[in-house]
């Protein structure tokens, strides 16, 4: 079945950065786009970017256009989200996905941006 295991996020001060990842499995990843979204305390999912599978294609929401990158390394069925000049309103949860959407995706990783 599908497994999504997302890693690294942590507290980090504003304009820091961090890069989270997601090993996938039970899937054929490399032809599979890939998406993180993320859930702020109190607001509902919003999506980060997507990835595409066979032409790496990526498109990102405004809130983090410019600052996030978000990569796939094929070989190692994991996608990346590479966030720069982080700002307290990136504090979230975030969570890779299958797909466009918002599911299956898995447990998520914390990120909190504060002094």
């Known amino acids: 079945q599908v497994q999504l295991v997302e890693s690294g996020g942590g507290l980090v001060q504003p304009g820091g950065s961090l890069r989270l990842s997601c090993a996938a499995s039970g899937f054929r990843f490399r032809t599979s786009s890939m998406t993180w979204v993320r859930q702020s305390p109190g607001k509902g999912l919003e999506w980060v970017a997507t990835i595409h599978g066979d032409t790496g294609w990526t498109k990102y929401a405004d809130s983090v256009k410019d600052r996030f990158t978000i990569s796939r390394d094929n070989a190692k069925n994991t996608v990346y989200l590479q966030m720069n000049s982080l700002e307290p309103e990136d504090t979230a949860v975030y969570y890779c996905?299958?797909?466009?959407?918002?599911?299956?995706r898995g447990q998520g990783t914390q990120v909190t941006v504060s002094s």
């Open positions: 996905a299958k797909g466009g959407g918002y599911a299956p």
